[in-house]
């Protein structure tokens, strides 16, 4: 695959505040795992932290926040959804082209 078949995106995931450090940075690792193995690359990555929620979400009124630009064939975006929409501990997520 060339790189003019990438597109670049952006993930903003929040994250339940209650796993611990290592089991989120465990699942950080996995997220990026999704993607490479997607084919994709990951050009920046933007660890928030906690943060209050503007409203609640699964009953959680914290959430972890991560962001992951990155580069992928958008061919392969919904393979990458469909992974990220399984791992239960992800209280949201919103996945943007960007321009």
């Known amino acids: 695959m060339t790189d003019e078949n990438l597109s670049l995106y952006e993930l ?3 994250l339940d505040p209650n796993l611990g450090e290592e089991a989120t940075a465990k ?3 996995k997220l ?3 993607i490479t193995d997607l084919e994709g690359k990951i050009t920046h990555e933007d660890i928030w ?3 209050n929620l503007a ?3 699964k009953k959680e009124e ?3 926040y991560i962001v992951l630009n990155f580069e992928l ?3 392969k975006i919904k393979e990458l959804k469909d992974e990220i929409m399984l791992e239960q501990v992800i209280l ?3 996945l943007l082209k960007a321009p």
Do not use: N, Q, S
Request: proline share 4%; hydrophobic share 45%; glycine share 8%.
């Open 12 to 14: 903003m995931a929040i």
């Open 27 to 29: 699942l950080i690792e």
């Open 32 to 34: 990026k795992k999704f």
């Open 49 to 51: 932290g906690i943060k």
């Open 55 to 57: 409203y609640t979400i």
């Open 62 to 64: 914290r959430g972890f």
């Open 73 to 75: 064939d958008p061919a």
């Open 92 to 94: 949201r997520y919103m």
